[in-house]
């Protein structure tokens, strides 16, 4: 491209020096020539600008995290005018369009098209675009080129992947199923924690909260399975799509691979999220697994002041002290994410933590918690060799 502008400009020196030395109608025309040859390659490219049509189309807009799915694209004229030298560029890193090269160039006779049928595989759960995303075109001539973006971009709806882990090597079984609880009928232990609101008042260890000054509650053991509770980060904490992307469709991955892996073996979960309040999805079967993925799949991770505000409220709810075992899967833990973690473990209930990110394994307990583990997970992570 460089060397024809080049070549037009000395070409169009030399027809100046050949009406001012020579005139004449062949030096006027060639001046003439060579003048209206950007005009024309201008204007040739607005045409192709206003007039060049692109149609996508797939046959469901929602689609799975690593999953392929057939995706046309359609290549239209509807000009007299023959279009050259289109290249189309496509929608990354978020989604992967196979079957077609970015680097090829098309030519489309006066009304006529080219139709891709291509695969669409998208990584991250999340809705965005995908796609066509720019198109670039030059003259005739190869002397001037125009990249533009799609007038008419593909929005498509992300569903997260479904892992099936075979086990969990990152949670002690026999400690998650051993723990102290409350929710069994069985002969009290020693054991006591402090009171939250919801728990039952015939349980309160008065001999305890009188010598320290606040209620206490006595914790019960049993040989019957409990519940896991998973709680599973609200925040957004980053603007940048190519980061906070990767980053929230592992951790939504992360907790629906914990609920199947513990429904599979016949564990019931408590799943907690968090918007303008908590919200709890029970995982006991099929039906309340598919309420928790359609759950997750609209969710939309918010502001970082949500996850104090989640930790508070989850103090709070009595059903968190039932369960045998809590997991909790952040990409950052906040001061009250540590808090609930210490008055768990004073309740003798085991946590572990899962944090997501490329430095989440530079994150550290603060303070000796002794039931608490903390696992990382890399967002491009094969999720069943972190779990």
């Not at 000395?10 to 003439?32: D, E, K, R």
């Not at 209206?36 to 607005?46: D, E």
């Not at 998208?122 to 030059?138: F, P």
């Not at 002041?305 to 039932?322: A, G, N, Y």
Request: charged fraction near 25%; hydrophobic fraction near 40%.
């Amino acid at each position: 491209m460089l060397r024809n502008r080049i070549i037009l400009i000395i070409l169009w020196i030399l027809s100046l020096i050949g009406i001012s030395f020579y005139g004449g109608s062949v030096s006027y025309g060639f001046f003439t020539a060579v003048t209206l040859v950007p005009v024309i390659s201008i204007l040739y490219l607005l045409l192709v600008f206003l007039r060049f049509k692109i149609f996508q189309k797939m046959d469901n807009r929602h689609v799975v995290a690593g999953q392929t799915s057939d995706f046309y694209i359609t290549l239209q004229n509807e000009d007299r005018f023959p279009f050259a030298n289109i290249r189309i560029l496509f929608y990354s890193p978020f989604s992967e369009i196979r079957g077609v090269d970015d680097k090829e160039e098309y030519e489309l006779l006066p009304r006529t098209g080219i139709k891709k049928r291509t695969t669409l595989m998208c990584k991250y759960r999340g809705e965005y675009e995908v796609g066509v995303k720019e198109v670039i075109i030059r003259d005739f001539f190869n002397i001037f080129k125009m990249t533009y973006k799609n007038k008419e971009p593909f929005r498509v709806t992300v569903l997260p992947k479904i892992v099936v882990p075979d086990s969990i090597n990152a949670v002690d079984e026999n400690e998650s199923s051993s723990v102290d609880s409350k929710s069994n009928p069985c002969n009290p232990e020693p054991v006591v924690r402090e009171y939250v609101p919801g728990d039952d008042a015939r349980m309160i260890h008065w001999k305890a909260s009188a010598g320290k000054g606040k209620l206490f509650v006595r914790t019960l053991t049993g040989e019957d399975k409990n519940s896991i509770g998973i709680v599973m980060d609200p925040v957004r904490y980053s603007d940048d799509p190519p980061i906070y992307l990767p980053v929230e469709n592992k951790i939504c991955e992360t907790v629906i691979a914990l609920a199947m892996y513990y429904m599979n073996n016949n564990t019931p979960v408590n799943v907690y999220t968090y918007s303008e309040n908590i919200a709890s999805v029970p995982v006991r079967d099929t039906d309340g697994f598919n309420y928790l993925y359609r759950s997750i799949s609209s969710y939309r991770f918010g502001e970082k002041e949500k996850q104090d505000e989640m930790f508070v409220s989850l103090s709070e709810i009595s059903s968190i002290w039932d369960s045998k075992m809590v997991i909790l899967v952040l990409h950052e833990p906040g001061p009250e994410a540590w808090n609930l973690m210490k008055l768990l473990n004073r309740s003798s209930i085991s946590v572990a933590v899962y944090l997501v990110g490329e430095g989440a394994s530079e994150i550290s307990a603060p303070g000796i918690l002794p039931r608490t583990r903390l696992y990382a997970i890399d967002p491009e992570a094969d999720l069943k060799e972190a779990l």
